[in-house]
């Protein structure tokens, strides 16, 4: 099966990363719904590392704004929702559940480069499926690395002993401060063929 | 506009890692389309700096066989298609043409670690989603870590001086050797509402 172009217009071709935002509010059973599709992204080993933290309470976003870069204030005050994608540095702790096919959380505990890198990439895949999966769920995204890592970590993520790695507006966007679609590269430039 | 479920499940919920391949090719024009979806997915500043190495040749193939891990070497063979996803580390260099609004290659030329986290996390998000767009182009998806990026570096791109990130076998998969689905992490094991 593939998907219509519709679909793909919705995912990639047409979406925009948003800055100006609607009232609208996000319901807590869209974020629950949003995990729940975006948690079957594949990733190495099943291994899972991303973390997601929902900021839509006018007192966690006040938590938030001094972490912010100037220029990402204002939009990210505004959005319904602001979510901080981070991972957990000891996620192989999770492995015997999430691979039990082997003995995995061996290849990690005494491999702090390993999965530092591992934590990394595969939290980031994971926000990139959050991402597309807001947009198949009719949301809208601002993606931002524009903020103070530490700050974050420290105001939001220290209990857990979590790592910010960026943040994602969602919400319904508006045109508002909405940049030309800027030209990518082309295949040439990108890609070869092997 | 949202995504019906046979377009979620396709993308998501029932999408698998494939270590089967059936002898189907993929043709370059299916890669051309490929990359004209995954290129719309946002990056910060819209820097792009995710680069693919398709590897559909058998000589590509034998020359990447050295760099598999033992455990990934058949599959790998086996598919169509092997993508080396890849980044520019002085991806800022485009950033003229990619990013007119401002001189974003100033805040990336002279700080090598911010380039390089960079460089890593908007690659690692091309990545995923050139395997969404892959899905949604009705093409499975077999990602892997297991290979000496040293080697692959040195085989296919040091020519242009790109880095090996993750590669991902591309095809229409068959059943063979397919793990059970693994368990994921409940919403409030991977999840904070704030």
């Given at each position: 099966m593939t998907l219509d172009d519709g679909a793909l217009d919705v995912l990639f071709r047409t979406a925009r990363t948003r800055n100006g935002w609607t009232d609208t509010p996000v319901a807590d059973e869209t974020l629950h719904a949003l995990y729940d599709i975006l948690k079957f992204g594949p990733t190495s080993a099943n291994c899972s590392p991303a973390r997601f933290v929902f900021i839509r309470t006018r007192e966690a976003k006040e938590k938030l704004k001094p972490a912010l870069n100037p220029g990402n204030v204002d939009k990210t005050m505004a959005a319904p929702v602001t979510v901080i994608v981070a991972y957990d540095?000891?996620?192989?702790?999770?492995l015997p559940k999430l691979?039990?096919?082997?003995?995995?959380?061996a290849w990690f505990a005494g491999n702090p480069d390993l999965a530092d890198e591992t934590a990394f990439r595969n939290g980031t895949l994971q926000g990139a499926y959050l991402i597309i999966a807001a947009r198949g769920l009719g949301l809208d995204c601002g993606p931002m690395s524009g903020f103070d890592k530490a700050k974050v970590d420290q105001s939001f993520l220290a209990e857990q002993g979590w790592k910010s790695n960026f943040l994602v507006n969602l919400g319904h966007g508006t045109d508002a401060n909405l940049f030309p679609r800027s030209p990518r590269l082309d295949f040439d430039e990108a890609c070869v063929l092997a």
């Open positions: 540095p000891i996620f192989y702790e999770h691979f039990p096919h082997a003995d995995a959380r």
